[in-house]
């Protein structure tokens, strides 16, 4: 990385079970630097801890002059200055100084918490003291942000929406309960559904006619020359996958992530079809138990499956306009910030690190259009 005019600014670094995204954040808000490294997961918690120190150290040296703070997003259960626990990387009580060698403060938060902040300081819920920050990707975790602020519980474990059982007598999840939100409506778990469902179909008598577009052309595979399904995330079905086993579709189709599922979905492939309602059925169920609870003024949904756009905003808007009978829906919002929203998040713990407690507060939206995590 080539050295930047930095001024002051923060190392910001959010880091996942398979990949890092860091950058430096000036003081008004402008990211003058961004970088992505993968997490050595596979080669034990004490590589990790010793990569994220490395990752910092090289982002800092392409500034000018000591960051002013350093700002860290970790899942797992995690405080301000220790990263309590992670089964995802299989730590257990690391101090917040052993990240880095950099004598300069650092502030750890949860990661889907700390992307919360993010979205209720730069984004979606800029202007809304209480939400739900709802990113669905691999995983389901929500941020509960009550009174403007990110709120854990009294051990750290608030948000974990993904293990609401919303199905009782449903599938086993890999948590060991059984009917989890998560184990329906996740991206890995729609992706999972319907590759099992089409296995079964072809055991018992061979893969089902193609669906057709509105075009009248069936989906194949490459996607060469097709449209996107409407309300779908923009792009055809094609092989390939991020991180996901690709399963097989209609006709063959290679189906590599909930992506191709919902797109299927909406071109009427029954198997597909029925793997997005009992998603967004088992959304809508966590969704109305959650705006019961805390009355939220909206909710804010991220991650990869929030690209579905309107395939899930607008039925899944229906169904909790069914369930919340006496009460108004709370507005359903995309989130603003995208695969940034860590890493903004961890810059704002930085400031706050550094003894700006209200970092933020005053950057312009241009923050926005900064340039994305790689």
């Not at 099992?196 to 018992?204: C, D, F, G, L």
Request: aromatic share 6%; proline share 7%.
């Amino acid at each position: 990385m080539s050295a930047v005019k930095a001024g002051s600014y923060v190392v910001a670094l959010d880091v996942g079970g398979t990949a890092m995204k860091g950058g430096l954040v000036g003081s008004t808000g402008e990211v003058l630097l961004t970088d992505k490294r993968a997490t050595p997961r596979a080669e034990g918690p004490l590589r990790v801890v010793e990569a994220i120190s490395a990752f910092i150290d090289d982002l800092a040296e392409a500034g000018q002059g000591s960051p002013s703070g350093v700002g860290l997003a970790v899942p797992g259960l995690v405080t301000s200055g220790t990263a309590v626990y992670s089964a995802n990387i299989g730590w257990k009580d690391v101090p917040a100084a052993d990240f880095t060698s950099l004598e300069v403060p650092i502030r750890l938060g949860h990661d889907v918490r700390t992307g919360g902040l993010a979205e209720r300081v730069l984004g979606a819920g800029r202007a809304e003291p209480d939400f739900l920050f709802l990113p669905i990707g691999t995983g389901i975790a929500g941020a509960m942000i009550i009174a403007g602020e990110p709120y854990g519980g009294s051990a750290g474990w608030g948000g974990e929406i993904g293990h609401i059982p919303v199905f009782p007598e449903g599938e086993r999840c890999a948590c060991g309960q059984v009917g989890c939100l998560e184990t329906y409506a996740s991206a890995a778990s729609v992706a999972r559904r319907y590759g099992e469902r089409r296995s079964r179909a072809t055991s018992v008598g061979g893969l089902s006619a193609p669906s057709s577009s509105g075009s009248g052309r069936p989906i194949a595979p490459g996607g060469t020359g097709m449209e996107p399904a409407a309300g779908g995330f923009g792009r055809p079905i094609a092989p390939g996958g991020a991180g996901m086993e690709a399963v097989a579709g209609g006709s063959g189709t290679v189906v590599a992530s909930a992506e191709d599922v919902v797109a299927l979905a909406m071109r009427g492939d029954p198997d597909a079809s029925t793997v997005w309602d009992e998603a967004l059925e088992a959304l809508s169920l966590a969704l109305a138990s959650y705006t019961l609870l805390l009355d939220p003024s909206s909710i804010v949904i991220g991650g990869g499956l929030a690209e579905a756009g309107p395939a899930l905003f607008e039925p899944l808007a229906e169904r909790l306009e069914s369930r919340l009978t006496f009460r108004a829906v709370p507005p359903l919002r995309r989130a603003a910030l995208g695969m940034s929203a860590g890493m903004l998040g961890a810059a704002l713990l930085g400031w706050q690190a550094a003894g700006i407690p209200d970092a933020g507060a005053t950057w312009a939206l241009d923050v926005l259009r900064s340039p994305s995590v790689p």
